[in-house]
């Protein structure tokens, strides 16, 4: 059972910037993709970006690609989720995401559905 707990979420204004973190724990044998989703009121669940839990190519979505950072800390297992340049449209709650898969260095879109594990997710309020 593997075990994700978001935080760093809060309120900030356009422009400004915040770093979420997932801790994750129980990991077992065998590879995973890690994420980061995003899901407003009356908006479906969509991928941010993702990386392979073990190192390897990073995935942004369009919408936040050139101000969104994802990167993971080994020795405290912890995943990051660095957002800058925010905007009023990045508000939403933010999930930390697991999914098994096979060995590879590249996780790219990740659709809900196919995750395994979720976290319980940090509110991101952005205002102008």
């Known amino acids: 059972q593997v075990t994700l707990v978001e935080s760093g979420g809060g309120s900030v204004q356009a422009g400004g910037s915040l770093r979420l973190s997932c801790a994750v724990s129980?990991?077992?044998?065998?590879?995973?993709?890690l994420g980061w989703f995003r899901q407003s009121p009356g908006k479906e669940r969509e991928g941010v970006a993702s990386?392979?839990?073990?190192?390897?190519?990073?995935y942004y979505a369009d919408s936040v690609k050139g101000r969104f950072t994802i990167s993971q800390d080994d020795a405290k297992n912890t995943l990051y989720l660095q957002m800058d340049s925010l905007k009023v449209e990045d508000t939403a709650m933010y999930y930390c995401?697991?999914?098994?898969?096979?060995?590879?260095?590249?996780?790219?879109?990740?659709?809900?559905?196919?995750?395994?594990?979720w976290g319980q997710g940090t509110q991101v309020t952005v205002s102008s």
């Open positions: 990386i392979p839990a073990h190192g390897g190519m990073e």
């Open positions: 129980g990991y077992i044998s065998g590879h995973f993709c």
């Open positions: 995401a697991a999914v098994r898969t096979v060995a590879s260095n590249w996780c790219g879109s990740l659709p809900s559905h196919v995750i395994d594990y």
